[in-house]
């Protein structure tokens, strides 16, 4: 992160900080924003939340731990054939 001198504030929209952000990601901000008839601030909180609620139920997913799996197969034996061996002579 971009250490400013004291008499320099980092830029903000809202109560969000700005400054790391390059032209392409404010001007997408810019276009949802339009899309959805809100302000660049709201579309920020908006990402932030979905992105909150996104980890937060990954910590409620219980992830059962992996078996190992074995290329192994089953000594299956060959069965019979079905043909019929009656009525042929």
Do not use: Y
Request: hydrophobic share 35%.
């Amino acid at each position: 992160m971009k250490t400013f001198p004291g008499n320099v504030t980092a830029f903000r929209i809202g109560d969000w900080p700005v400054s790391q952000f390059n032209q392409t990601i404010l001007k997408s901000l810019r276009e949802i924003a339009d899309r959805n008839g809100w302000t660049i601030e709201e579309a920020i909180t908006d990402v932030v939340q979905e992105f909150i609620a996104e980890c937060e139920l990954e910590e409620k997913i219980i992830k059962f731990p992996q078996r190992q799996s074995q290329n192994r197969r089953l000594a299956v034996p060959r069965t019979q054939s079905f043909r019929s061996t009656h009525g042929t002579t």
